[in-house]
């Protein structure tokens, strides 16, 4: 059924990802320290470190963060109001159950009698009348189901706004209010590679890579406060936008095919 | 399952609520949390609570889990017009909900109207035919009325439906040896060592069902299972430990006839024996003599 990537696979992934990125930090830090002392050399010695006022402390980070934190509890209480009751459907409970009864089989084979565990096995997967026997090429593709269901593709639908025009809106406001000077500095040195990403509205291109604007101290609280949403809403939150983003890239998934 | 732990802070706030030492609300929070069954002690302390209208007004949205929590105490009880103020109340609070018709429901069973119990659940059923609740307390009806067939019945389309429900299917394995039906007895407690395979409980009535529809292969498995229940309580069960003689000696005594090729060691019964005798003489050193001529003459037979 699933093939599951082994940890010592992922591991060995990251390992690597990690070395090529040290590498990649490291040659660039270099050529940057290059061509900042080539600089300076022709110019004279240039102030390194911007110093920031703290009134851009208290009136961009704090309220923004406090926003976003307003804005999740917000979005929360609206998507509990909005959540239709659901009636089950008698198929899906039905399966759901099936699953987990047969899951504790698997788990728990070497607890019972040989004779009981083969006829439970036969059970499920009996080619006539198995619980579980799905022959081959029949089995519901899950993106088509979830277009064909009205139900449930309203809910998609709903639950995909939900997410969408709160963080454009409030994207739009950082651009419009906080956008043209610099609102922070990360505490690592980065890469010229950066610059277009975090320093949209700084349109000087010798300042340090490390002052960033605010645009990316949004994206920055908006993948952090998600550990803070589930500590004070719970853990059933419909502001978990990155989970259900990884969830709408995994469609066309067919459980009869082998190695999915 | 209850824990350890939990059941002595039960103990200890029970025994400090009976002295009138205060700390009634935490009790009857344990007591909901836990679903123990405490009917006498609940409405005891619920009823001196809900009727002291300070205390009342200091639970503030808690007061109605408590109201609800005391009806069925009441029910259980049998103090039914103590139940029917509660409902009443939680009526009139909330007009349209299942939870106080479902209540409702009990009191009619608990006053003996079956024919109006039943017809309230079915009409919920109606409306809602996945609430766990309901077809379960349609099941108590059945068995109530004595009807245990009908609860079978009931019981099974449930478990149709909702096979993973684990409480359902020890009610069902209890059902069955009240009626001596073992061998469907020894396939719902398969289903509950498969849920939960830690559970020593279940080894132990699996156990015990074996060893009663006998037989040379169920008696071997059988005392597998008590040797499981003695690795998994870590040798404090007594009811295994005896179980595990009575099988070795069941076994010996069916296979006297033939060889001794696959006898298993008597090691384990002699390590049962020598346990049991050491936990008698902790405990009821004055019981001592009766458990060794017992155990001699179990011995003696195998």
């Known amino acids: 059924m699933d093939k599951f990537r082994d940890c010592g696979d992922i591991k060995k992934d990251l390992r690597y990802l990690y070395t090529v990125q040290f590498w990649v930090f490291l040659v660039s830090r270099n050529a940057n320290r290059g061509e900042r002392k080539s600089r300076e050399r022709e110019r004279g010695a240039m102030a390194e470190d911007l110093v920031l006022d703290t009134a851009i402390r208290d009136w961009v980070l704090i309220p923004l963060s406090v926003v976003m934190v307003l804005i999740g509890v917000l979005r929360y209480f609206v998507s509990k109001l909005m959540r239709s009751a659901q009636i089950p459907d008698a198929k899906l409970v039905k399966e759901g159950q099936v699953i987990v009864r047969a899951r504790n089989l698997r788990a728990a084979a070497n607890f019972i009698p040989p004779k009981s565990f083969r006829a439970r096995r036969l059970y499920y997967s009996n080619e006539e009348n198995g619980l579980l026997y799905v022959p081959k090429g029949q089995a519901p593709n899950a993106q088509a189901q979830m277009f064909s269901d009205p139900n449930m593709a309203m809910d998609m639908m709903k639950k995909n706004l939900s997410m969408i025009i709160p963080q454009t809106l409030t994207f739009a406001w950082v651009n419009f209010f906080f956008s043209g000077f610099v609102a922070a500095k990360i505490p690592f040195p980065l890469t010229q590679r950066f610059r277009a990403m975090l320093q949209n509205g700084i349109d000087l291109s010798t300042v340090d890579v490390s002052y960033v604007s605010s645009r990316s101290w949004y994206f920055l609280n908006l993948f952090g406060l998600r550990g803070l949403f589930s500590i004070i809403l719970g853990e059933e939150n419909a502001t978990d936008d990155t989970q259900r983003m990884m969830q709408m890239t995994g469609f066309g998934f067919d459980p009869t095919k082998p190695g999915c | ?302």
């Not at chain 2, 077809?135 to 096979?163: P, S």
């Not at chain 2, 429900?165 to 007895?185: F, G, N, P, V």
């Open chain 2, 1 to 302: 399952m209850v824990t350890k732990s939990e059941e002595d802070q039960l103990n200890r706030l029970e025994a400090q609520v009976d002295n009138a030492g205060g700390g009634a609300w935490e009790y009857l929070c344990l007591v909901r949390k836990l679903k123990v069954r405490r009917p006498d002690k609940v409405l005891k302390h619920g009823l001196a609570i809900l009727n002291d209208s300070k205390k009342r007004s200091a639970l503030g949205t808690e007061e109605w889990t408590l109201c609800e929590q005391v009806a069925v105490a009441a029910m259980d009880c049998q103090s039914l017009d103590v139940a029917k103020d509660c409902i009443k109340v939680l009526r009139k609070r909330f007009p349209d909900s299942k939870r106080v018709g479902r209540l409702e429901g009990m009191l009619l069973e608990a006053k003996g109207l079956w024919a109006e119990a039943e017809k309230a659940y079915s009409s919920f059923l109606e409306d809602n035919p996945f609430d766990q609740v309901i077809h379960k307390r349609r099941v108590a009806l059945a068995k109530a009325q004595g009807n245990i067939t009908t609860a079978i019945e009931c019981l099974n389309k449930y478990l149709d439906t909702f096979m993973a429900d684990h409480d359902a299917w020890r009610e069902l394995a209890e059902i069955y040896i009240s009626l001596q039906m073992y061998k469907q007895a020894a396939f719902c407690y398969e289903e509950l060592i498969l849920s939960q395979p830690t559970n020593p409980l279940h080894h132990l009535a699996y156990a015990d069902v074996l060893y009663t529809i006998g037989g040379l292969e169920n008696l071997q498995a059988a005392k597998k299972y008590y040797a499981s229940t003695i690795n998994l309580t870590g040798g404090k069960n007594r009811r295994a430990l005896f179980g595990v003689c009575l099988c070795t000696s069941a076994i010996g005594q069916l296979s006297k006839g033939r060889n001794k090729e696959d006898k298993d060691s008597p090691e384990l019964q002699l390590l049962a024996v020598a346990a049991l005798e050491k936990d008698y003489k902790q405990r009821a050193p004055g019981k001592l003599p009766l458990l060794t001529s017992a155990l001699k003459s179990l011995r003696v037979s195998s």
